[in-house]
C-alpha cells in the first residue's frame, strides 16, 4: 500500500523541473579578462577556471568565478558573429543566464516547453573521457535565459563546488594571486539568495504566470505600489519561489509616479529590453562582508544620517511586539558600515546595495544577511527610493 507521503517523495523525485541548485549565472561582458580582475579584486571571487583560445574556445573566452557556492561565468565574444557580440552593443555587460542544474537536463528542457516555454538552444552533451555535461536552455524576460545543466562523472556538480573538478570540458583550472589575497581576506558571500528582473509596465503579472506555469514556481511575497513608492518614483513587485525554495526571483515593473521610475531609468539604459536589475548575495556577517567589500572600494549607496534616528525605534519594536530578540549586531557600527536593517514577523534582515556595476544603471549587487525574516525590506523602500533619485539626478535622468 501506498502512504500519501511516499507519493509525494515520489512525484517529487519523478519531477524534472526539481532545482538541485544554482549552476551559475552567466553575464555577457566587453572583456571577460578585465572583468574577472574587477569581481575579484572588488567583491573577492576568485578566479578559478578559464576557457578561451588556449583551450580551444574559439568563439568565445569565458571566466569562471567563484565563492562560496556562488559560480559567475564571465562570457566575452571573440569574434562579431557571436551572439554576445550583439548583445553587449546593445546593452553594455549584464546577466545572460540563470542556469539550473537538474537531474536531466534533457528531460528538464522537455518539461518546460510542453508548459508552454520557448527553446532558446536545444539539448547539447559536451563530454569527455571522465564524465558529460548537458546542457539546454529556454528564454525568459528580455534577451535572458535559464540554462538547465545535468553533470556526470567528473562534472559532477559537488565536485565543482569542492574545486576538484572543471567546469565543463574545455575548462582549464587556473590560479591567481589574487586568489590568495582572497584566502587571507575573505568578503564572505555564500550563495544567491535572490536574483531579480525588471520588466516593462503592465508585464509583471505575464512574467508571474510565466514562471508559474513554465517553471513551477510558486508567488512568495507581494507588494503593490503603495508599499513601494515615494513621491516621486514607484515600482510594483511580485517574487516568485522555485518549489524547494532553492532561489527567489522577483519582477519588478515601473509605476506611475511625478518622476520616472528607477526601473524606467533601468530599461531606457538597456535598449528598452527587461533584464536582471540585481542579485542579492548571501553573508552570514553582514558587518564584516561589508567592511571588506569597502575596504576594497566597492561603491555602496548612502543614505541619509537620519536614517539611523527612526530606524532602531521601527525595527526593535517589530522584533519585540513578535517575541523576537533585538537586533544583536552593534548599532553604531551597522550605522558607520551605512547598513540598512529591517524587520517583519519572522525576524530581521541587514541588507546594503551596490550602485551598479557598470557605467550604466543597470546591474547591481545586494549583500544581504537574514536572521529569520525572509522578506525584501520593504521597510526600507521609501529610504532607499529617496537615495537612488538622488543618484538618478546626477546622472541627469531624473
Ligand atoms: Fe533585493
Redo the contacts with the bound molecule.
Keep these: 500500500m501506498t502512504t500519501a507521503s511516499t507519493q509525494t517523495s515520489r512525484s517529487l523525485a519523478a519531477d524534472p523541473l526539481a532545482l538541485i541548485d544554482v549552476d551559475h549565472v552567466r553575464f555577457y561582458v566587453g572583456n571577460a579578462k578585465q572583468a574577472a580582475y574587477f569581481y575579484a579584486h572588488t567583491f573577492g571571487f576568485n578566479i578559478s577556471q578559464v576557457a578561451d583560445l588556449t583551450t580551444g574556445s574559439r568563439d568565445e573566452a569565458d571566466y569562471l568565478l567563484t565563492q562560496g557556492n556562488i559560480r559567475l561565468l564571465l562570457t566575452s565574444p571573440l569574434h562579431d558573429r557571436h551572439p554576445a557580440a550583439e548583445e553587449v552593443k546593445l546593452y553594455g555587460d549584464g546577466v545572460k543566464d540563470v542556469a539550473f542544474t537538474v537531474a536531466d537536463a534533457e528531460a528538464a528542457y522537455e518539461q518546460a516547453l510542453r508548459n508552454g516555454g520557448v527553446s532558446d538552444q536545444e539539448p547539447r552533451v559536451i563530454k569527455d573521457d571522465r564524465g558529460t555535461v548537458t546542457v539546454a536552455s529556454i528564454k525568459t524576460y528580455g534577451r535572458v535565459v535559464h540554462t538547465f545543466v545535468s553533470r556526470t562523472g567528473h562534472y559532477d556538480i559537488e565536485q565543482v563546488k569542492r574545486g576538484g573538478s572543471e567546469f565543463m570540458p574545455s575548462f582549464r583550472k587556473i590560479d591567481s594571486p589574487v586568489n590568495e589575497y582572497n584566502k587571507k581576506n575573505p568578503c564572505g558571500l555564500m550563495y544567491v539568495d535572490?536574483l531579480?528582473g525588471n520588466v516593462e509596465e503592465g508585464k509583471m503579472d505575464y512574467w508571474v504566470q510565466w514562471y508559474e506555469d513554465v517553471l513551477g514556481f510558486k508567488m512568495f511575497k507581494h507588494f503593490d505600489d503603495t508599499d513601494i513608492s515615494t513621491e516621486y518614483s514607484a515600482l510594483m513587485s511580485k517574487v516568485m519561489s522555485s518549489g524547494n525554495n532553492l532561489i527567489k526571483m522577483?519582477i519588478n515593473e515601473p509605476a506611475e509616479g511625478k518622476k520616472k521610475s528607477q526601473i524606467q531609468e533601468y530599461l531606457e539604459w538597456h535598449n528598452m529590453t527587461p533584464g536582471v536589475q540585481?542579485l542579492?548575495l548571501r553573508t552570514d556577517d553582514e558587518l564584516h562582508s561589508v567592511a571588506e567589500l569597502r575596504r576594497r572600494g566597492v561603491d555602496f549607496l548612502s543614505l541619509p544620517d537620519t536614517y539611523y534616528e527612526l530606524v532602531w525605534d521601527r525595527v526593535n519594536t517589530m522584533l519585540k511586539q513578535h517575541g523576537h530578540e533585538a537586533v544583536k549586531e552593534d548599532h553604531a557600527k551597522i550605522k558607520d558600515l551605512g547598513i540598512l536593517v529591517d524587520a517583519d514577523d519572522e525576524g530581521y534582515l541587514l541588507?546594503l546595495f551596490t550602485k551598479p556595476l557598470q557605467d550604466r544603471p543597470t546591474l547591481f549587487f545586494?549583500i544581504?544577511c537574514r536572521r529569520g525574516s525572509q522578506s525584501?525590506?520593504k521597510g526600507n523602500f521609501k529610504a532607499l527610493f529617496e537615495a537612488l533619485e538622488l543618484e538618478q539626478e546626477r546622472r541627469g535622468n531624473l
Excluded: K, T
Design positions: 535572490h531579480v522577483p540585481h542579492a541588507q545586494e544581504i525584501f525590506g
